[in-house]
């Protein structure tokens, strides 16, 4: 406050003219779809998606490929689809299925009557 118990004035921003040397600015690069497919994770999603991170690393993925599977099993959980990986099952002994069952790519998403989530 002013002395006096006067209120004191509020300034003023004053507008802007565009300039004769103003551009719009450059355009963004479009965000890759990988990135997008990871915005608004929930704190589920992103606990889950770094436990896979970790298991798939332990399993011998490289960081690209481990980012790429959880990212795949991120979609797949979101979809409802009732698909898992061999990576993910009790089972899997990261050659093998000790159920019997054939082993593909450990990381393609499949159905199998003897899957069993290392989370049960």
Same mark, same amino acid.
């Given at each position: 406050?002013?002395?006096?118990?006067?209120?004191?004035?509020?300034?003023?921003?004053?507008?802007?003219?565009?300039?004769?040397?103003?551009?719009?600015?450059?355009?963004?690069?479009?965000?890759?779809?990988? *990135?997008?497919?990871?915005?608004?994770?929930?704190?589920?999603? !992103?606990?889950?998606?770094?436990?896979? #991170? @970790?298991?798939?690393? /332990?399993?011998?993925?490289?960081?690209?490929?481990?980012?790429?599977?959880?990212?795949?099993?991120?979609m797949r959980d979101r979809t409802g689809l009732d698909?898992?990986?061999? *990576?993910?099952?009790?089972?899997?002994?990261?050659?093998?299925? !000790?159920?019997?069952?054939?082993?593909? #790519? @450990?990381?393609?998403? /499949?159905?199998?009557?003897?899957?069993?989530s290392v989370t049960e």
């Amino acid at each position: 406050m002013g002395s006096g118990g006067e209120v004191p004035r509020v300034l003023k921003v004053p507008e802007v003219a565009p300039s004769s040397q103003s551009r719009p600015a450059a355009c963004l690069p479009a965000i890759r779809p990988d *990135v997008l497919a990871l915005v608004g994770l929930t704190d589920q999603e !992103i606990g889950a998606m770094s436990a896979r #991170l @970790a298991g798939l690393r /332990r399993a011998g993925y490289g960081m690209d490929d481990a980012e790429q599977i959880a990212d795949r099993l991120l979609m797949r959980d979101r979809t409802g689809l009732d698909m898992a990986a061999c *990576v993910e099952c009790k089972r899997f002994t990261g050659r093998r299925c !000790i159920a019997g069952e054939p082993v593909g #790519l @450990a990381h393609e998403l /499949r159905r199998c009557p003897a899957f069993r989530s290392v989370t049960e």
